[in-house]
């Protein structure tokens, strides 16, 4: 099965501290190793195999204006762009929109500058290998740390173990963007806690911080909460779990993809 595929890329543009300290005009243009962040991702994405059509959402009409990789790449054919919305999560739902609701759908983000063809296919063959609605990716915390000992990364803490997201999310049926529908609701509702925790449960949010929930379990909760089939890919590589939010993540990826380039340049022909 072949995937549209959407990638966030809007931001706070030169407010963005990692704009600031690269000196671009929106942090989707910061540059890995001469080339854009969102460039990467595209790549990515387009080597993979799985993907047929990529629709951009951000950075807003003037950066786009102003990039000539960015106008390049819309003006190839190669994706389709929209305006950004106020959010992350209205700007997925307009994304989505824009796609036949038959297709499914790969979302990530134009920060997830590590993203390799090798994790697009192992996150959506786990994906349809599992079926349902919808899938979410995630590294174990463990690999993630023992990788990058220095990398500060939110983690989800389950009784079964730590995870980290990886900002990829497969969205199998027409049912599964009613997820984005409910995303919203915790958005608007983020500064009201207790209709956020109703979305779970009292039970399930008193065993989560008890540590007595297994990841399985609070799937389960949520699907059974939702009337959506959701589920979990593990993700292998501790890259997937690292994008660019911060200038210390920035100077982390850089030094990643330079190591990488030294280790290609340094193997036997």
């Not at 300290?21 to 993979?48: D, F, H, W, Y």
């Amino acid at each position: 099965m072949r995937f549209a595929a959407v990638v966030l890329a809007a931001d706070r543009g030169r407010n963005d501290p990692v704009a600031a300290a690269a000196g671009v005009a929106a942090k989707c243009l910061t540059p890995i190793a001469g080339t854009p962040m969102v460039m990467r991702v595209v790549r990515a994405l387009r080597q993979s195999g799985r993907i047929d059509d990529i629709l951009l959402c951000g950075p807003d009409a003037r950066t786009v204006e102003g990039s000539p990789d960015l106008q390049g790449l819309i003006e190839s054919g190669n994706v389709r762009w929209i305006e950004p919305r106020a959010t992350p999560c209205t700007s997925a739902a307009a994304a989505l929109a824009a796609i036949p609701s038959g297709t499914p759908v790969l979302v990530t983000t134009g920060d997830h500058a590590l993203l390799e063809p090798e994790m697009v296919r192992h996150f959506l063959e786990g994906a349809l290998s599992r079926g349902g609605d919808l899938s979410v990716a995630l590294a174990p915390h463990e690999l993630v740390q023992r990788t990058y000992p220095r990398t500060q990364r939110t983690v989800l803490k389950f009784s079964d173990g730590r995870f980290c997201g990886c900002n990829l999310f497969a969205f199998l049926t027409p049912h599964g963007r009613e997820m984005v529908k409910i995303w919203k609701q915790v958005e608007d509702d983020r500064k009201k806690p207790i209709r956020v925790i109703g979305l779970v449960g009292w039970g399930a949010v008193a065993r989560y911080a008890l540590g007595m929930l297994s990841l399985a379990q609070g799937v389960r909760k949520i699907s059974r909460q939702t009337g959506i089939d959701a589920g979990v890919v593990t993700m292998p590589f501790a890259e997937a779990a690292i994008d660019v939010d911060s200038v210390a993540d920035l100077d982390l990826v850089r030094a990643i993809v330079a190591r990488s380039a030294e280790t290609a340049r340094a193997a036997p022909a």
